[in-house]
């Protein structure tokens, strides 16, 4: 294969990221993402793990039938079982991609409880089984970077002349460091007959933090494929970010002379469309999508940024799609006005929901001085996350607190349409409002996660607040923002359920919970 310098960028968000707890979407979020995806110029998407279970299945077709130019792949563990349901759901795509691993080091091997013969054997047959129903397929050795290097080129072998074309070499544990991810990459090519005639690909894990550069450095040694996430989503500590390869060979040109197709302008709406659906919050600092990235705070910054914005910034926020900010928005705002500082976000709204996102911004404006930039983003991530379908409406909530005693939140909330109220104690008064949701919708789910962030500065700011909840191994997420902590707090928890529920209506219990150990390759 010539090694040109394109790079292809492979996303895994709604697979690898998707599997990570509680980061569970839904079948339209699915489909929303896999859009902004396609659009955006990711060369091969991961929509998914088809045999994992139903709703994978159909989220991995219907993706494959929509999409436009990437490549569409689904996940498959080394047995013709799995590989079959992956097949029957790319097999739709105008571009389809098999992907089918095992775990190839000696921890790894002893869960199959294979010989090292008997594991190639394995791989030359899937591997074969699945080219004889796609033309692109790609192999992955599972704990690459823990494999006996003799053994791991043995694989690799195997897996090109069963007619692998893309040969995907995991840092499945987030274990090595950038010089040894170069060595290893250089050491198959150098060494892999036939190696020549595959595209090599990384696949990195963060868990020492070093994803984003253990990455680059397979790609300087000619790999030519980065497997990554938006916002760096994934298993533990996540994947290698898009946005982080991405911008650095775009950055840093001079010294990585590597291209993508990505339209890097499209890179910030993904990433808080991907926080508002997975319900995991981007940190402040993170590199290239966290709020702080292009702030300039201390006197020093911000005097030399006035001066010449290239004294501390070595990007522009356009590049990623945040555009300068101009329109100031306040209580006298217009609707055109609104309209178009939206745009300027980079977020373009139907008429529908401009009218919509228009009451509540005048509602906001109201009750606050400033109306800024991320009070509307927020106000939009609020308005998707709450449905009129919903079988919990939050209709009415007080709450009485302070030093003397428990709190108490008096609550009404219509379900199926009947509103009903009731008054109940608690440690706090988010606490107190949570009771008072469960004692009028009692439950047994168990509240995994309760985080709040001020969106803005000022006592006035609005918070937003993430919940999840589990309950038999379904996992929902809630969202919510508001002025008042305790009402965003209680919209999220109402949110929460209402997820959950639609769960339970969508499946027979058990059945959308991923239950395949996705480690071990079946039969
Ligand atoms: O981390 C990993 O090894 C994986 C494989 C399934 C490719 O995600
Ligand atoms: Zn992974």
Redesign the pocket.
Known sequence: MPRDNHVLIFD?TL??GE?SPGATMTHDEKLEIADLLDEMGVDIIEAGFPIASEGDFLAVSDIARRAKHSVICG?SRANFKDIDRCWEAVRHARRPRI?T?I?TSPLHRAIPNLSMDEMVERIHDTVTHARNLCDNVQW?A???TRTEHDYLCRVVETAIKAGATTI?I????GYTAPRESAELIRMLIERVPGADDVVFST?C?NDLGMATANSLAAVEAGARQI?CTINGLG?RAG?AALEEVVMAMRVRHDIMPYTTGIDTTKIMNLSRRVSTVSGFPVQFNKAIVGKNAFLHESGIHQDGVLKNVQTFEIMRPEDIGLQAKNIAMGKHSGRAALRAKMRELGIDLADNQLNDLFVRFKALADRKKEVYDDDLIALVQDADTHEAHDTLQLKRLRVICGTDGPALADLGMSIEGVEKSVTAQGDGPVDAAFNAVKALYPHGARLELYQVSAVTEGTDAQATVSVRISESGRIATGQSADTDTVVASTRAYVNAINRLIERRKKSAPGDDVKTVD?RAPAE
Not at 170 to 173: F, G, N, R, Y
């Open positions: 895994t697979r690898d599997q996940l992907h691993f775990g992955s599972m704990d690459a995907n995991p840092d499945t544990v696949h894990h497997e298993e994947n996705y």
